[in-house]
């Protein structure tokens, strides 16, 4: 939901944001099919871990890391993350805030054709594992680089998912080279 929240930021004001680097999210996404109903659905396993209490970060791993095939469950910075993610073994997240976000982001309107900050797009070869349909095909990001004039680099990264896009270390290296080319 980061990549919707900057460009919301960005158009909103302008005048705040130097740059913008979204990683596969943030440009509309396709969405032919699906509902509110839909949405809510799909939302719905991640909304439930806010409904348990876990005694531990690894019992929180063994819920969430099924649905997220690609991430290093030995990986220091993910339990790192994980940790992060609860509070007195409960998620910090608001479910009904989670699924609105959702629901406003795929399907409402995107503020980024109105983008006028120079931005990058690093973007992961498929959504949810290996072979599964990319949330966003290279042509329609071409397509995205055609028509947005801010939209000054695209980078697709091969063998990552949308959650490994940022949570490994290969998506994470894409993004950190996007943003030291922000910093110069």
Known sequence: M?????????????????????????????????SPDGVRAAFSRQAS???????????????V???????????PL???????????????????????????????PSPSESLTRPTRFVFAEWSVGEGSAPA???EKVAE?????PALRHTELVPGVDHAASIM???????VAAQLREVLR
């Open 2 to 34: 980061g990549g919707f929240v900057a460009v919301a930021l960005a158009t909103a004001h302008p005048e705040r944001v130097e740059d913008v680097v979204l990683v596969d999210g943030g440009l509309p996404m396709r969405t032919r099919g699906l």
């Open 49 to 63: 871990r806010t409904q348990r209490t876990f005694a531990s970060t690894d019992e929180y791993a063994d819920f």
């Open 65 to 75: 890391l099924p649905g997220m095939p690609l991430l290093d469950r030995d990986d």
């Open 78 to 108: 993910l339990a790192d993350y994980l940790t992060h993610d609860l509070a007195d073994g409960k998620v910090r997240l608001d479910p009904e805030i989670l699924v609105a976000d959702a629901v406003d982001a795929l399907l409402g």
């Open 136 to 138: 966003y095909r290279p």
């Open 144 to 148: 995205f680089a055609a028509r947005l």
């Open 168 to 174: 490994t270390r290969r998506g994470a290296a894409s």
